[in-house]
Nanobody
Framework: QVQLVESGGGLVQAGGSLRLSCAAS????????MGWFRQAPGKEREFVAT????????YYTDSVKGRFTIARDNVKNTLFLQMNRLEPMDTAVYFC???????????????WGQGTQVTVSS
């Protein structure tokens, strides 16, 4: 069992930045592939970024490439998502998730946090 708690969301103007954190507890954090997903009102949950256990491999959805950076600290058991040049379309609840393989599919991630709201005003 892995417990995940996100933080760092909030309200920001377009063009601004936020840094999301996801604190993990329970089983060994470094054993897991980690991912960020988001869900806007009335829309399905969508993949944002994922990172392998060591941090050496990362993948992003096209709409955030060059603006968002996923990273992890296996000593502090924490996952991060640095979000720069935010746009109103980035408004959503952001979730971190833990799984066993690199994938963009939400169903492949076994453990989920409760989510943190990100709102970008125009």
């Amino acid at each position: 069992q892995v417990q995940l708690v996100e933080s760092g969301g909030g309200l920001v103007q377009a063009g601004g930045s936020l840094r999301l954190s996801c604190a993990a507890s329970g089983r060994t954090f470094s054993n897991y592939v980690m991912g960020w997903f988001r869900q806007a009102p009335g829309k399905e949950r969508e993949f944002v970024a994922t990172i392998n256990w060591s941090g050496s491999r990362t993948y992003y959805t096209d709409s955030v490439k060059g603006r968002f950076t996923i990273a992890r600290d296996n000593v502090k058991n924490t996952l991060f998502l640095q979000m720069n040049r935010l746009e109103p379309m980035d408004t959503a609840v952001y979730f971190c998730a833990a799984g066993s393989s690199i994938t963009t599919r939400a169903g492949s991630f076994k453990y989920w946090g409760q989510g943190t709201q990100v709102t970008v005003s125009s």
